[in-house]
């Protein structure tokens, strides 16, 4: 199970942090990955956390502005985005890949098994 939070309307160059928590299974042992979903397009891996802190971003464009992080001891993944831009608009979900510890270079989603619900982000420009 896991619950996203920390979405909302912000304006171009803004920030927002995203938190996903997850119960009912050991977080810390896996892998955790943020994808989005913006109207008309698919799903895509934004970044990804494996049990020990190593990141493997999926998008070229959000390098530089995007942080993934993790608390474990709090079962908690965070998700820093700075200089927000219009194309960033999406609902985010946070996945957990029960399959691996560690992220995958190539995305494998389906490998995520668990799924939050999203939460949504909009940057007006």
């Known amino acids: 199970h896991l619950v996203e939070s920390g979405g909302g309307l912000v304006q171009a160059g803004g920030s927002l942090r995203l938190s996903c928590t997850g119960s009912?299974?050991?977080?810390?042992?896996?892998?955790i990955a943020w994808f989005r979903q913006a109207p008309g397009r698919e799903r895509e891996g934004v970044l990804c956390?494996?049990?020990?802190?190593?990141?493997?971003a999926y998008v070229d464009s959000v390098k530089g502005r995007f942080t993934i992080s993790r608390d474990n001891a709090k079962n908690t993944v965070f998700l820093q985005m700075n200089s927000l831009k219009p194309e960033d608009t999406a609902v985010y979900y946070c996945?957990?890949?029960?399959?691996?510890?560690?992220?995958?270079?190539?995305?494998?989603?389906?490998?995520?098994?668990?799924w939050g619900q999203g939460t949504q982000v909009t940057v007006s420009s």
């Open positions: 996945a957990a890949n029960l399959m691996r510890s560690q992220c995958n270079s190539d995305l494998r989603q389906h490998e995520y098994a668990y």
């Open positions: 009912g299974f050991t977080f810390g042992n896996y892998a």
């Open positions: 956390v494996g049990h020990g802190g190593g990141v493997t």
